[in-house]
């Protein structure tokens, strides 16, 4: 399979205020904090897609790993359990639930 060309997981996401006028900016930070890319939009969808973004990275992963589980083993369906697991940790971090 061909490596992900992006900036390597995880990601996560900040809120840095603005110095003038009160408000601010949400950003996707890579492990290293780095900022990597601008969260722009209504103010009630920037925390969403900032948490959907910063999700990115272990979403791909665990899709991959779930395609590759149920489609390339003979292996029984509880087999899957990590597979399924990492998915679900996945989608619960772009929802934002702990």
């Known amino acids: 399979m061909t490596e992900p060309k992006w900036t390597p997981g ?3 996401y ?13 950003y996707i930070i890579d492990s290293a904090g780095r900022k990597i890319a601008a969260i722009w939009g209504k103010a009630e969808e920037k925390e969403f897609a900032a948490r959907l973004i910063a999700a990115a990275p272990e979403l ?17 369906r509880s087999s899957f359990t ?4 990492t998915l679900d940790a996945a989608i619960t971090k772009a929802r934002g639930e702990p």
């Open 60 to 76: 791909y992963e665990a899709a991959v790993r779930a395609l590759e589980e149920m489609c390339h083993t003979t292996a029984p």
């Open 82 to 85: 990590d597979a399924v697991d």
């Open 10 to 12: 995880p990601w996560d």
């Open 14 to 26: 900040e809120w840095v205020p603005a110095k003038a006028s009160g408000g601010g900016h949400l």
